[in-house]
């Protein structure tokens, strides 16, 4: 994988991917299982550029424990045949949710802005991943986290929620993400929580190309 600094000029669609993923104490023992659930999910999206030719696809990771919210994964550019890397989590601490979701998605639009990718042609599609709930962020609130959300949505960002506890349906709905799915509190729970969003990933970004008008011939 390769950091891209440029502007992919030739490509007609473009792709984002943005997973913030917990890493708080309470992740310990899915640790295993959400390192490679994650390393699935960028093997999939490497498949996708051979199926999905005309999509260009880049992808940007970020975890957050105690008080640190960590970009892990800087925005990357996969390719074909490049080697994946694995991600490294050292469970810790709180979670402070909304710094997350806030930093995370607010470093992203500046890039994308940075790199020239228009609406028009990029889809951006963020996923969070969490076993618990907010408890300690320090420079976003509900409202803030929201308000961001809500504008970032109307640029044609999509957000997804996966979380393994009670309170799920109704965080999803409070921060206005546009989907979301309660997993099991497991190494099982969490690998099928991925892989669903894997899975719907890659309808998505079919549906995507149908809607640019680009060839069908080669998408899955």
């Given at each position: 994988?390769?950091?891209?600094?440029?502007?992919?000029?030739?490509?007609?669609?473009?792709?984002?991917?943005?997973?913030?993923?917990?890493?708080?104490?309470?992740?310990?023992?899915?640790?295993?299982?959400?390192?490679?659930?994650?390393?699935?999910?960028?093997?999939?999206?490497?498949?996708?550029?051979?199926?999905?030719?005309n999509?260009?696809?880049?992808?940007?990771?970020?975890?957050?424990?105690?008080?640190?919210?960590?970009?892990?994964?800087?925005?990357?550019?996969?390719?074909?045949?490049?080697?994946?890397?694995?991600?490294?989590?050292?469970?810790?601490?709180?979670?402070?949710?909304?710094?997350?979701?806030?930093?995370?998605?607010?470093?992203?639009?500046?890039?994308?802005t940075?790199?020239?990718?228009?609406?028009?042609?990029?889809?951006?599609?963020?996923?969070?991943?969490?076993?618990?709930?907010?408890?300690?962020?320090?420079?976003?609130?509900?409202?803030?986290?929201?308000r961001?959300?809500?504008?970032l949505?109307?640029?044609?960002?999509?957000?997804?929620?996966?979380?393994?506890?009670?309170?799920?349906e109704?965080?999803?709905?409070?921060?206005?993400?546009?989907?979301?799915?309660?997993v099991?509190?497991?190494?099982?729970g969490?690998?099928?929580?991925?892989?669903s969003?894997?899975?719907?990933?890659?309808h998505?970004k079919?549906?995507?190309?149908?809607?640019?008008?680009?060839?069908?011939?080669?998408?899955?």
């Amino acid at each position: 994988m390769t950091q891209q600094n440029t502007s992919p000029s030739k490509e007609k669609a473009v792709s984002v991917t943005l997973m913030i993923i917990d890493e708080s104490g309470s992740m310990a023992s899915l640790k295993k299982a959400t390192e490679e659930s994650h390393l699935g999910i960028l093997q999939s999206i490497q498949q996708e550029r051979e199926s999905m030719p005309n999509l260009i696809q880049y992808v940007n990771t970020w975890t957050f424990c105690q008080n640190s919210v960590r970009e892990k994964q800087l925005l990357t550019k996969i390719e074909n045949g490049e080697e994946l890397q694995s991600l490294a989590l050292k469970p810790n601490g709180s979670t402070p949710l909304f710094d997350a979701i806030g930093t995370a998605c607010t470093k992203l639009e500046n890039q994308l802005t940075h790199l020239k990718l228009l609406n028009s042609n990029t889809m951006v599609t963020v996923a969070l991943f969490t076993d618990g709930y907010e408890n300690s962020s320090r420079e976003f609130s509900l409202k803030e986290t929201k308000r961001l959300i809500e504008r970032l949505k109307g640029q044609g960002w999509s957000f997804n929620y996966y979380g393994s506890d009670q309170s799920v349906e109704e965080m999803s709905e409070k921060l206005s993400f546009d989907h979301s799915m309660k997993v099991e509190y497991s190494s099982e729970g969490f690998r099928e929580g991925m892989r669903s969003y894997s899975i719907k990933s890659s309808h998505d970004k079919v549906e995507y190309l149908k809607k640019m008008g680009l060839n069908h011939d080669d998408i899955l």
